[in-house]
């Protein structure tokens, strides 16, 4: 899957919006492949899997295209 990133958090993590879909994701930074999270920006285009959580879906897989 193909998005954005929407907002960046101090915390560490952050969410993308989706390409086709209304609600945003949820990703921690964890999950980046081949990027920092230090390195991501407002606007950046990511690729991304989508994976379940006990607290909902999430981005996995996160990287900047």
């Given amino acids: 899957m193909e998005g954005t990133i929407k907002n960046l958090t101090e915390k560490g993590f952050g ?14 930074s964890n999950e980046l492949k081949g990027v920092t999270f230090d390195e991501l920006k407002r606007g950046d285009k990511v690729s991304f899997e989508k994976a ?9 897989n996160v990287s900047r295209i």
């Fill in 15 to 28: 969410f993308i919006t989706v390409d086709g879909e209304e609600k945003d994701l949820f990703f921690h």
């Fill in 52 to 60: 379940d959580s006990p607290k909902g879906p999430n981005a996995v």
